[in-house]
């Protein structure tokens, strides 16, 4: 009765560290499985939906800085056409990445002169660098002291971009540039997140032409 009682006991102790064992398992699966997961949908907002991106250069100073981090929305063409003033990231023809904004679009003829920007021969609002020009007309001096470019009508499927920074700027109106083709666009510029102290989510005024 004594050695039955005993066995009895052992084989409880037995059934206890299987069923712990087994739950331990479970347990270090579902973790396996959470992870898996994280990944895949760090992978899929990663390649399709947003991306990082890092400035280079001074060519969108004074509104973006070498060095800041941002994100960028992937998606958003996929939706809708871009729109006039938006920043957008675009694969060169240097195999580079350059982030410029948005002038003209398709159809559109436009013309640089100086700092002004007309748009089928109405000059363009530009509120991001109206302090610059000012400062610039100040000094006796033209902001635009770069290049001009003479009056163009934008391609269909494809945009005028140029860098805040005119002076100091690599963008359409140079030719190993040129018009940004569509399928060219990276995203749009949605989120400076780096470095902290710059951190904002990012605005995309539709900004106008003077009648």
């Known amino acids: 009765m004594e050695q039955t009682e005993q066995q009895s006991g052992q084989d409880n102790i037995g059934q206890a560290d299987q069923q712990q064992a087994s739950s331990s398992k479970n347990e270090w699966w579902e973790w396996i499985k959470a992870l898996l997961i994280a990944f895949a949908i760090v992978f899929l907002v990663r390649h399709f939906l947003f991306t990082p991106t890092v400035v280079s250069g001074p060519s969108m100073e004074p509104n973006f800085y070498d060095k800041e981090r941002l994100i960028v929305n992937k998606i958003i063409y996929d939706i809708r056409e871009p729109r006039r003033g938006e920043v957008i990231v675009f694969h060169a023809p240097e195999h580079k990445d350059f982030i410029k904004r948005i002038i003209a679009l398709p159809g559109e003829t436009v013309q640089v002169d100086g700092d002004r ?42 945009v005028f971009v140029l860098g805040d920074n005119r002076p100091n700027s690599k963008d359409s109106r140079f030719g190993d540039v040129g018009f940004i083709a569509y399928d060219q666009i990276v995203g749009r510029a949605d989120l400076v997140f780096w470095p902290l102290t710059q951190m904002e989510i990012l605005s995309h005024p539709d900004y106008e032409v003077e009648p």
Request: net charge negative.
């Open 117 to 158: 920007i007309y748009i089928n021969g109405q000059l363009l609002d530009e509120p991001y660098i109206e302090e610059e020009i000012a400062k610039a007309k100040a000094n006796g001096m033209r902001y635009n002291r770069l290049a001009d470019f003479s009056p163009t009508e934008v391609p269909e499927g494809t």
